[in-house]
């Protein structure tokens, strides 16, 4: 039963950690919503681990949580290491932890259960989906990285 309120706080964590995204981004930097989702592609892997959580709350089936452990991964975790700590990206910074907490904590729960079927599964489907979306977002923010820096110095950032 931990297990459960675990995922429930770290979900609560990670809609925090979107709105505030979706307030910087959207209300106070003035992008777009493709744009905004593309430049902070960590915001997109928190709505696909959100998809997610609420069909494991309707379905109880444990497969589900597993899909959104790539993006989760690739995005938070490694946004750790290639994001620069300093206070400029704090904020981004905590939400990379409170992700990785998430990863860390339904990876612990699947070994824990001896989910792993559900675990295979479930990152099988995760890369069949996430990983063009990653080529996507990639090829989108490199090409307009231009665009990107002059609406955050519009916005004085």
């Known amino acids: 039963m931990l ?4 995922l429930i706080q770290l979900a609560i964590l990670m809609l925090l950690s979107l709105l505030n995204s979706a307030y910087f981004f959207l209300a106070t930097a003035k992008f777009g919503l493709m744009q905004w989702l593309a430049f902070n592609a960590c ?6 681990y959100l998809a997610c959580f609420i069909c494991f709350q309707i379905t109880r089936k444990d497969l589900v949580l597993a899909i959104a ?5 690739y995005y938070g975790t490694m ?9 400029a990206n ?11 907490l998430n ?4 990876i612990f729960l699947l070994l824990k259960g001896s989910k ?4 295979g599964k ?3 489907i995760g890369v069949l989906l996430f990983v063009p979306l990653f080529a996507i977002i990639q090829n989108y923010s490199q090409a307009h990285m231009a665009e990107f820096m002059e609406l955050l110095q519009k916005a004085g950032y």
């Open 3 to 6: 297990g459960y309120y675990g």
């Open 43 to 48: 915001s997109l892997s928190i709505i696909a």
């Open 69 to 73: 452990l790539l993006p989760q991964y």
């Open 79 to 87: 946004g750790l290491f290639v994001v620069s700590w300093d206070a």
């Open 90 to 100: 704090l904020v981004p910074q905590i939400t990379h932890i409170i992700i990785t």
């Open 103 to 106: 990863v860390i904590w339904i």
């Open 116 to 119: 792993y079927e559900s675990l």
């Open 122 to 124: 479930g990152l099988l």
